[in-house]
Nanobody, 115 residues
Framework: QAQLVESGGGLVQPGESLRLSCAAS????????MGWYRQAPGKQREMVAI???????SYADSVKGRFTISRDNVKNTVYLEMNSLKFEDTAVYLC?????????WGQGTQVTVSS
């Protein structure tokens, strides 16, 4: 069964850091893009950071300089290092991956930034 499994969400205070991980199951082959989207209550889903297998990474303006995406193509795993977290980063973070056949989404992991 093709799936993406996220981990690493949680509750943090403003200014703190979190690291999200997402592993693609072995049945997903030839992954091109991997990345992260987020959705806050009452808001549309938005791209946070994406990484092309043989290309560069892209970030939402709101997270540039604070978040870093990285990936391990052997393990089919993508990471999101989130530093200097802000209240407005609170959302469900969803892992994304695609190949030539399909797009895949994880179930999401909650990130809450609260004092």
């Amino acid at each position: 069964q093709a799936q993406l499994v996220e981990s690493g969400g949680g509750l943090v205070q403003p200014g703190e850091s979190l690291r999200l991980s997402c592993a693609a199951s072995g049945s997903i082959f030839g992954i091109d893009t991997m990345g992260w989207y987020r959705q806050a209550p009452g808001k549309q889903r938005e791209m946070v950071a994406i990484s092309k297998r043989y290309g560069s990474s892209s970030y939402a303006d709101s997270v540039k300089g604070r978040f870093t995406i990285s990936r391990d193509n052997v393990k089919n795993t993508v990471y999101l290092e989130m530093n200097s977290l802000k209240f407005e980063d609170t959302a469900v973070y969803l892992c994304y991956a695609d190949n030539s056949r399909a797009t895949y989404w994880g179930q999401g992991t909650q990130v809450t930034v609260s004092s």
